[in-house]
């Protein structure tokens, strides 16, 4: 399974971005789609993910500001970034999890916040 993120970049603070992620390569089965981050010393956390049942999972930091959605038929998750914060600042990365066990990550995106 191959994914590729798209999207990231330098935005000032209040601004949007949106993140986008194409899986591909064995994908049946997928459980579920979603973006971790991680910013310069500290440990990857969980932004955002949705289910094969569109159910959606936001960490408490993004919560009223990202939307997740995803499109099955194209194996293709979307992150809507709003009223972003400097602490937004990370590297982003897409996962997928394969029936329920076998996840995979993509190479990560930067999205740099300016005060």
């Known amino acids: 399974v191959q994914l590729q993120a798209s999207g990231g970049g330098l935005v000032q603070a209040g601004g949007s971005l949106n993140l986008s992620c194409a899986a591909s390569?064995?994908?049946?089965?997928?459980?579920?789609m979603g973006w971790y981050r991680q910013a310069p010393g500290k440990q990857r956390v969980l932004v955002a993910s949705i289910g094969s049942g569109n159910s959606v999972n936001y960490g408490d930091s993004v919560k009223g500001r990202f939307t997740i959605s995803g499109d099955n038929a194209k194996n293709t998750v979307f992150l809507q970034m709003n009223s972003l914060k400097p602490e937004d600042t990370a590297v982003y990365y897409c996962y997928t999890v394969i029936l329920y066990r076998h996840s995979y990550w993509g190479q990560g995106t930067q999205v740099t916040v300016s005060s």
């Open positions: 390569g064995g994908t049946f089965g997928t459980t579920t």
